[in-house]
């Protein structure tokens, strides 16, 4: 997986959107025809696929225009389809309609007495992604930074006072109507979100028609010393608040809270419960953990590369069943920086892995 670093100096959403479309055009339309080929592969036909493309893009022009303004910029400096560029923001709520669901994504969170830092692994596809992007941007006089899809305006990421982690979840209400893509709500956070309060004010804001979790770390402020964390899952059927425990949140593919864990439909292939309790048991060592590459081995634990967050893909001609970790991102809030190495937590040093801003 090849990842580029795009630093964006148009501030209009429009322009903004034409400046990155321009800058990868390529690649985008690579990524979107590659995303139309998996919907097909996992299940989902090409009526659904655009169905939900149009009523998701229609749904983020009302709830959040700038970045609807920002999508039409960068179908025209791609040349890519403004309805595929829909797709792919919409993928999580097109996946939705996949009679197999997404599997894995592990996050796990330090809560300490001086704030909390966080790292999580993104699991995934290999062959949907060879190209992906570290993309940042000035949005509303802040400076916004986020990995994600190339030809998508968000996923993981840090701006202002805050950083953000992204899990898929699945929930029986899904795909029951129409919704804001959920990327789209963790772009709107880091646009415009200091604090988790105000974060889960904006996801309570968004209708949905997919499920998938946030995890939210704020930096240490006058109000707040010790700062603040939570994981804000995401439903159709509504949003709820998850607080960590023991110096240590952690989140998979499963929900936790209790209103929203009796509609869980995480698929039965998963390994989400195995992984949480995983990540639940390495609580010492990542209370002992001083920097990001620490945390990001700690995630593993004495199991090393053995450790279930530790994914590899199938050896199976079914696209469904090959899943990896593709790369590993570690954060602390407030500093506005993307820790990152491609592949496995367990091989992270201090020399191996890259920063993204500062």
Same mark, same amino acid.
């Given at each position: 997986m090849h990842i580029h670093e795009l630093r964006l100096l148009a501030t209009e959403p429009f322009a903004r959107g034409e400046e990155y479309g321009r800058a990868l055009a390529e690649q985008i339309r690579a990524n979107t025809a590659r995303y139309l080929w998996a919907f097909g592969e996992l299940g989902v036909d090409a009526e659904t696929v655009t169905r939900v493309a149009q009523e998701s893009f229609e749904a983020l022009d009302a709830w959040a225009p700038t970045q609807a303004d920002e999508l039409r910029g960068l179908a025209a400096g791609s040349g890519a389809s403004l309805t595929d560029l829909a797709a792919l923001t919409a993928r999580t709520e097109v996946l939705a309609y996949a009679p197999n669901d997404a599997l894995e994504c592990s996050t796990l969170v330090r809560l300490a007495a001086t704030g909390p830092s966080g790292v999580q692994t993104w699991d995934w596809h290999a062959e949907l992604v060879p190209d992906t992007v570290l993309l940042s941007a000035t949005v509303n006089d802040r400076q916004v930074r986020t990995f994600t899809e190339t030809g998508m305006l968000g996923k993981i990421g840090a701006a202002g006072n805050l950083a953000l982690f992204f899990n898929i979840l699945s929930h029986e209400s899904d795909a029951r109507g129409r919704g804001v893509p959920v990327h789209a709500v963790a772009r709107r956070i880091l646009e415009e979100a200091d604090t988790v309060e105000q974060a889960l004010a904006i996801a309570e804001s968004a209708p949905l028609s997919a499920s998938t979790v946030l995890t939210v770390l704020e930096a240490p402020s006058a109000a707040k010393a010790e700062g603040d964390a939570a994981s804000i899952e995401l439903s159709p059927a509504g949003v709820a608040l998850v607080r960590g425990e023991g110096g240590l949140l952690a989140h998979t593919n499963h929900f936790l809270h209790p209103a929203l864990?009796?509609?869980? +439909?995480?698929?039965?292939?998963?390994?989400?419960?195995?992984?949480?309790?995983?990540?639940?048991?390495?609580?010492?060592?990542?209370?002992? +953990?001083r920097d990001a590459a620490e945390l990001a081995r700690a995630m593993c634990g004495d199991a090393g590369a053995a450790a279930p967050v530790c994914m590899r893909p199938a050896d199976s001609p079914h696209l469904a069943d090959r899943w990896e970790t593709l790369i590993t991102i570690a954060m602390v809030p407030g500093t506005g920086e993307l820790h990152w190495q491609t592949g496995l937590p367990a091989g992270v040093t201090e020399g191996t892995l890259r920063v993204f801003g500062g």
């Open positions: 864990a009796a509609g869980d +439909a995480a698929s039965t292939q998963s390994t989400t419960d195995v992984r949480l309790a995983h990540l639940r048991s390495v609580a010492p060592g990542v209370a002992a +953990a």
